[in-house]
């Protein structure tokens, strides 16, 4: 049996068309159809079947579904095996867009340095959608935002970043209520179809606050631009790049518990590169685990991080 043949066949199931598993694959929709085909004559009974636009999985297909991506990981983790050295070989990692800049560089760096053989495929996504690719085991491990689902049997969550909701302002309100901000200030919203958005959301709605809502977005070096050039003030989890930006921005604590947007490393617990995902968790602690305060980052008196570069000056009212 030809693997690319199953890996032909769950890259449909996952993307439910022909036309998306061909462009996914680099193939053309008739070469898909030819694998399928082929694979559905050797085991002798069909696989899948049209529904409207989409192409779903039989009952068959669903019966040899989990088998097959078992297949494909077996096969894909042979060459590591057989030279004994889990280190070796291609290592899959994910990773949710805002962490690809802030995260990913420094880790990568303590990880070559420690692991100087291992060859890296990165790929950029939602937490969500960076789960689900491990599961059907395209990747090894992922950095994501806490899972707000049970994790499968198989696969670990551990934190290494803890990010609380603040509320950032333009540099000229530095030191205003948080609060206050938040119920009369134009409102940048962050997207609140990413975790740090909804706990925003939940945090306005359980303290009564309606802000005069702006506008929406996803991205939060975008939202910290945005509200530089004084279109408002956002709700946003505590983001260690915002401060090293250099936009004349001030960070304003929350007055009571702030929600935290947590971040951490999920992976199969099982296959022979566990292990290098269990050292990337440590280096990751190592690097990320230290509140952001204690960090070389340093705010003026105000809470502002000044535009200038040059020598910076420590706050003892930094949270």
Same mark, same amino acid.
């Given at each position: 049996?030809?693997?690319?043949?199953?890996?032909?066949?769950?890259?449909?199931?996952?993307?439910?068309?022909?036309?998306?598993?061909?462009?996914?694959?680099?193939?053309?929709?008739?070469?898909?159809?030819?694998?399928? /085909?082929?694979?559905?004559?050797?085991?002798?009974?069909?696989?899948?079947?049209?529904?409207?636009?989409?192409?779903?999985?039989?009952?068959?297909?669903?019966?040899?579904?989990?088998?097959?991506?078992?297949? =494909?990981?077996?096969?894909?983790?042979?060459?590591?095996?057989?030279?004994?050295?889990?280190?070796?070989?291609?290592?899959?990692?994910?990773?949710?867009?805002?962490?690809?800049?802030?995260?990913?560089?420094?880790?990568?760096?303590?990880?070559?340095r420690r692991h100087p053989n291992v060859s890296l495929f990165v790929k950029p996504g939602r937490s969500i959608e960076l789960c689900e690719s491990?599961?059907?085991?395209?990747?090894?491990?992922?950095?994501?935002?806490?899972?707000?689902?049970?994790?499968?049997?198989?696969?670990?969550?551990?934190?290494?970043?803890?990010?609380?909701?603040?509320?950032?302002?333009?540099?000229?309100?530095?030191?205003?209520?948080? /609060?206050?901000?938040?119920?009369?200030?134009?409102? =940048?919203?962050?997207?609140?179809?990413?975790?740090?958005?909804?706990?925003?959301?939940?945090?306005?709605?359980?303290?009564? =606050?309606?802000?005069?809502?702006?506008?929406?977005?996803?991205?939060?070096?975008? =939202?910290?631009?945005?509200?530089?050039?004084?279109?408002?003030?956002?709700?946003?989890?505590?983001?260690?790049?915002?401060?090293?930006?250099?936009?004349?921005?001030?960070?304003?604590?929350?007055?009571?518990?702030?929600?935290?947007?947590?971040?951490?490393?999920?992976? *199969?617990?099982?296959?022979?590169?566990?292990?290098?995902?269990?050292?990337?968790?440590?280096?990751?602690?190592?690097?990320?685990?230290?509140?952001?305060?204690?960090? *070389?980052?340093?705010?003026? /008196?105000?809470?502002?991080?000044?535009?200038?570069?040059?020598?910076?000056?420590?706050?003892?009212?930094?949270?």
């Open positions: 049996m030809d693997v690319r043949f199953l890996q032909s066949f769950v890259t449909v199931v996952d993307v439910g068309s022909l036309a998306e598993a061909a462009r996914r694959l680099d193939l053309t929709p008739a070469a898909i159809a030819a694998r399928l /085909h082929a694979l559905e004559e050797e085991l002798g009974v069909p696989l899948v079947r049209r529904a409207g636009r989409s192409v779903v999985p039989t009952e068959a297909g669903i019966r040899i579904l989990d088998r097959a991506r078992q297949v =494909i990981r077996d096969i894909r983790d042979m060459g590591s095996v057989a030279i004994g050295d889990a280190s070796l070989g291609e290592f899959r990692l994910g990773s949710f867009v805002t962490a690809m800049g802030s995260i990913v560089p420094p880790l990568l760096g303590q990880l070559y491990l599961t059907r085991g395209e990747l090894d491990a992922a950095i994501v935002v806490e899972p707000q689902f049970a994790v499968a049997k198989g696969y670990q969550w551990a934190e290494f970043m803890a990010e609380p909701l603040v509320v950032v302002a333009p540099a000229s309100m530095a030191g205003r209520d948080p /609060h206050a901000l938040l119920a009369n200030e134009p409102f =940048i919203r962050y997207d609140r179809s990413v975790l740090g958005g909804q706990l925003a959301d939940r945090y306005l709605r359980d303290h009564g =606050i309606r802000p005069h809502q702006r506008l929406e977005v996803d991205g939060l070096m975008v =939202i910290a631009a945005l509200v530089a050039e004084g279109l408002g003030v956002a709700l946003v989890p505590d983001w260690r790049p915002m401060w090293q930006s250099g936009l004349a921005i001030a960070r304003c604590p929350l007055p009571d518990r702030a929600p935290v947007r947590r971040v951490g490393l999920i992976w *199969s617990t099982q296959g022979p590169r566990a292990s290098l995902s269990e050292a990337l968790l440590a280096e990751a602690r190592a690097l990320f685990t230290h509140p952001l305060a204690s960090d *070389s980052t340093a705010l003026d /008196h105000s809470g502002v991080l000044p535009r200038a570069s040059g020598r910076r000056r420590k706050s003892k009212s930094t949270p």
